[in-house]
């Protein structure tokens, strides 16, 4: 069965630091990948997806992601992260074969000022 | 000019009573879902609608049912609620069931008592 997996839960970080947050995926055929981010009381909304292409993306506010293929991975980076990116993370996997958005865990990430 | 919407926004109940939760898109997309975050803020599927046409129903108990009177609405009925039902509810759209993101509403607070 197709699964997502963040690894880190809670991440605590100091402003300015930069950000590694981690996404392994187990499916053997095309998959789309998504990282989305909701911010506290707020609904979810979409930071970067990989379709095709160049493995590297970027997203908004600074975010970007690298999909590795033979790792099932599909990591989420930013250089220097503000106190107003503390939120949720979620990590997505859509297989072209079901249609279906298979979310991680989510991590929590704070960012103290 | 809100994309997808949800009413209500928050929802305290009984045990055992019916409820609803409606959902509304103004994208023009032809597919919808409802997805469940429980306390640990993990989010999942729970039915799929395209073209009104049911294509994802997950393991979710029959006391659950979806209706979508056309393309531009999916509302989810509870009956016999029970406090294992109490989550943040999200529904979402996207164009099509392949590649495309999501789009996600604000969520409805369900909390039964």
């Known amino acids: 069965a197709q699964s997502v997996s963040q690894h880190n839960h809670h991440v605590i970080l100091s402003e300015a630091a930069s950000l590694e947050l981690g996404c392994n995926y187990s499916?053997?055929?095309?998959?789309?990948l998504f990282w989305y981010v909701q911010y506290p009381g707020q609904h979810l909304q979409l930071l970067l997806k990989?379709?095709?292409?160049?493995?590297l993306v970027k997203g908004i506010k600074g975010f970007e992601a690298e999909f590795i293929k033979s790792k099932f991975s599909f990591n989420l980076r930013k250089p220097s992260v503000q106190w107003s990116d503390t939120a949720e993370y979620f990590c997505a996997v859509k297989s072209s074969n079901t249609g279906k958005l298979i979310f991680g865990q989510g991590t929590t990430l704070q960012v103290k000022p | 000019d809100t994309a997808v919407s949800q009413t209500p926004k928050y929802l305290v109940t009984q045990m055992g009573n019916d409820k609803s939760i409606k959902c509304e898109q103004n994208l023009g997309h032809d597919t919808m879902y409802w997805y469940k975050q429980d306390s640990k803020k993990f989010l999942k599927i729970m039915f799929s609608?395209?073209?009104?046409?049911?294509?994802i129903n997950e393991t979710v108990p029959n006391r659950f049912s979806p209706k979508s009177p056309d393309k531009a609405h999916l509302n989810l009925h509870i009956n016999s609620l029970e406090l294992g039902d109490s989550a943040v509810y999200f529904c979402?759209?996207?164009?099509?069931?392949?590649?495309?993101?999501?789009?996600f509403g604000p969520g409805t607070r369900l909390t039964v008592t």
């Open positions: 499916y053997g055929g095309t998959v789309n």
């Open positions: 609608y395209n073209n009104k046409e049911l294509i």
């Open positions: 979402a759209s996207s164009q099509g069931t392949g590649s495309s993101e999501q789009y």
């Open positions: 990989y379709f095709s292409g160049d493995p």
